[in-house]
């Protein structure tokens, strides 16, 4: 099998948005192989069930597998973990943004779609993957920093706090991300 690479949104957005177009084209210029799913978003649409019937298809397709790199923004890491933990995947690589679990708060229409991603064995991603790094900021303006650094205490000891990054997103000047290219 050949390396690939998933890009994966967060809540409220798409594959067009945030540093996901600029990774997109840099790992096309080293002519790898990416996808980016454009999973369902907003109230009434964004749940685990109907992002993980997309994955699926990537998963029957022998898409995501042990040769895969995922990266994911905010909501996208824990979706990520119960995922994986759930249908028994390994892959290769994970590189989360922002990630967090189990945190309500940030207002009634995120906590509605952000809530059936959150899962109590969060730890056990380490079974699924080996190699994982967590970024997040010291002043994200929607999820706090205890909750970021709690996410990624229990998936791994790669950290990466950048100071004054706020979501990691186009909001914060991260239309591109170039740490992110480390990991092609």
């Not at 996808?35 to 998963?59: A, F, H, N, R």
Request: net charge negative.
């Amino acid at each position: 099998m050949k390396e690939n690479y998933l890009l994966i949104h967060g809540s409220f957005s798409s594959p067009f948005s945030n540093w996901i177009p600029w990774l997109r084209k840099e790992i096309e210029s080293r002519e790898k192989t990416v996808y980016t799913p454009d999973l369902p978003s907003g109230v009434g649409y964004q749940t685990y069930e109907s992002w993980s019937k997309i994955m699926k298809c990537y998963v029957d397709t022998n898409i995501l597998n042990e040769d895969t790199v995922i990266y994911a923004h905010s909501i996208a890491p824990v979706f990520v973990c119960k995922f994986l933990v759930e249908n028994k995947i390994k892959v290769k690589r994970c590189v989360f943004v922002c990630g967090f679990n189990n945190y309500l708060g940030i207002n009634e229409e995120y906590d509605a779609v952000n809530e059936s991603m959150y899962f109590e064995n969060l730890s056990d991603v380490k079974n699924h993957c080996d190699d994982i790094t967590c970024y997040y900021s010291d002043n994200d303006p929607y999820v706090k920093y205890n909750v970021e650094k709690e996410f990624a205490d229990a998936v791994t000891t790669k950290q990466v706090v950048i100071p004054g990054g706020g979501h990691l997103n186009s909001e914060s000047g991260y239309q591109e991300f170039q740490e992110l290219l480390k990991y092609l």
